[in-house]
């Protein structure tokens, strides 16, 4: 905790510090608000049997508000507010948590308001080509197309992405950037305060987690995008819970590379992971490969990919832990229903592992405003999962999964989108009745 504090400390002072030169600065202000609107139906995702209820029927109403202090080129200060509730329509089986007179989450009740965002940017730092941004931070898009890093707190779901973090970015040249980056992502909140907090904090992580990384991105051969990179990640014991019960010290080495030639593009990733788990050795394998191509001359430009995911699982029958670890990708990008299913093999939702996906997408613009978006997947496991309850023991199936996602842009601040999720068990499950996500959104952004 002492390492946390000094973290922060350090960010405020140097806040201090730059407001009392802001007289001989020409500061520059900007703020903007968001709200999203979203409503979901979940059915059977979590164990694909229809005699057991658990489906939900909800709302999620989150809002922001940002602002930003510009000092001159090379400083300024970010600070974001966020709020997010879920009002409930239909809940089971605990439908008595409808009332919503013992739950926050169940009923009309602003929630929390947190801190999203509150950074301080050093650019030209001392004069060198070195970029600092210190405080908390997102890295949404920024590393890889976010197989390893996209959310620090995967665990309040889409409320927030943010890294508790010091970045550096050395500028070696206009090809290359090196980023270092040290970050703290706690399992509930610790540093900032947090307004109208319930009795028992919404939790981030399933466990205190570190983390250092190493981060290449080398542009030098045109048409060509190639990142390499090295993290090293720890993750905690206490509250820990299903693959992430015991003390985790986990060392990743990957690459990712994009090729553009015409109008089609090759991109693809693969990491090694070692370490350990507990007392046990871990030792993993992930990746993925995808060939995309868009027909421009032709009516609504569709543009078509095909690929495929490797994660590899854990084999029960040796002393090793070979379980993929997903570090900081426990969001969403593969599927939405998929991320929360996965909670029953893992105990932790979006815990991505012991995964092959066959994935096909097809993408339209049938305007200049609409774009439609149709997937299908078909998922197997690489080790089988003995259960009573979900898991059959003696299949890989995992099954299949067609999506189907509806864009439409109103203008620059407005926008929604319609997006369906069906999937059909296969023999990995005990069950086999399939399962649904259906979410509207509608999002404003000022």
Known sequence: MKIKKIFFFYLVVSILDILSISAFAEIKFKWGSHLRLRHEYWKNIFDFDNDNLDNRNFFRIKTSLWGQLDYNKNLSLFAKLTDEFKPYIYYAPSSSKMSGKTDKAFHFDINE?????????????????????LGRQDFLGNYGEGFLIMDGTPQDGSRT???NALRASWRMNEQKRLDFIYLINPR???????????KTPQQL????????????????????????????????KDGGRGFQAEKGKINTLGSFMKYNFGSSNLRGQFAYQFGTYGTKDRQGFGGYIFLDRTFKDLKWEPTMS??????????RDTGKNEAWDPLFSRWPWISELYVLSMAS???????????????????LKPSKKTKLSLWYNYLRA?????????????????????????????????????LVE?????????????????????????
């Open 306 to 315: 095909l690929g495929f995911i490797y994660l590899s699982g854990d084999d």
């Open 113 to 133: 308001i947190i801190f999203d965002n509150f950074y301080l940017d050093l650019n030209n730092f001392i004069g060198l080509p070195l970029d600092l941004r």
């Open 161 to 163: 992405f943010y890294f």
């Open 422 to 446: 069906y999937f059909i068990p296969g023999n990995f499950y005990r069950e086999n009745d399939e399962a649904l996500f259906l979410r509207t959104e509608l999002q404003f952004k000022f």
């Open 345 to 363: 093999e893992t105990g932790i939702v979006g815990y991505w592992t012991n995964l092959d996906i066959f994935r096909t997408e097809l993408a």
């Open 188 to 198: 509930d909140d610790v540093f900032l305060p947090v307004l109208n907090e319930d």
């Open 382 to 418: 690489n080790e089988q999962v003995t259960s009573s309850s979900v898991f059959s023991g003696t299949g890989k199936e995992r099954g299949h999964l067609p999506q189907i996602k509806l864009d439409y842009l109103f203008n620059k601040n407005i926008s929604a989108y319609i």
């Open 205 to 236: 992580n399933t466990t205190d987690e570190k983390a250092f990384i190493l981060y290449l991105k080398d542009n030098t051969i045109k048409d060509l995008i190639w990142e390499y990179y090295y993290i090293y990640k720890r993750e905690g």
